[in-house]
């Protein structure tokens, strides 16, 4: 899928009256002032929740509004097998975006903030809100950009219990860590199912938060002799655990 994708808020056959969409707005403005599509170029438009179409240009009205032909049928992707969630512990400015950004385009399922105890930066009140709001933002322009018609979900920013509830019911469970003996690359991974790993700060993970996701069934995986930084290890976890899943083939 190469041409361009755009955002709309539903994608079912009734959203399509003859086959037609007028897409207007930020996504419409975005077209038409900065990608400069023109009558007959091709382009995707998508709900971000794996419904997509395939249509063509049939005129650019203004600066902002597109009216898109020959939308004959509307397509589902499957969720992706096994899924993957990454645990992003809060880097510092913003390299939480530059951590979602990448993610997306490798190809994650599903990112959770983590407000580790060693994290610098702290979710706030309406800090946090902003911030959340910026992750989700990046996850949805990334997803655009890298082609994709199901974008990550991002959920509100996790203590480390509720980082424990995850993994305790995930079919495959790690903690990026130094301690760990077996490289992530060796592990042994589910073919479906849910695999959930967590990326620490820079401070590292905490020994009482280490025995806590043990104690809920994750082990501790290395990447490799290197140390990353938080904001690149989930992005080369990810990387790992999508070509020996299969999903790459």
Known sequence: MTAPVFVVDSLRPADLPGGEYVLDGPEGRHAVSVKRLRTGEDLVLTDGRGRWAEGVVKAAEGRDRLVVGGLERVHEEPEE???????????????????????????????????????????????????????????????????RVRFPDVADAATSKQVASLLAVADFAAVLHESGDA?????????????????GPEGGVSPEELALFAEAGAKPYRLGRSVLRTSTAGTAATAVLLARTGRWS
Do not use: F, N
């Not at 490289?183 to 990326?199: C, D, H, N």
């Open 183 to 199: 490289p992530l690359a060796a592990a042994g991974l589910p073919a479906a199912g849910e695999i959930v790993l967590v990326v």
């Open 81 to 147: 097998r096994p899924r993957v969630t990454v645990v992003q512990a809060l880097p510092k400015g913003d390299r939480g975006e530059l951590a979602v950004e990448t993610m997306t385009e490798v190809g994650v399922d599903a990112i959770v903030p983590w407000a580790a105890s060693r994290c610098i930066t702290q979710w706030k009140g309406e800090r946090g809100l902003k911030a959340l709001g910026k992750w989700r933002a990046t996850a949805r322009e990334a997803g655009k950009q890298s082609r």
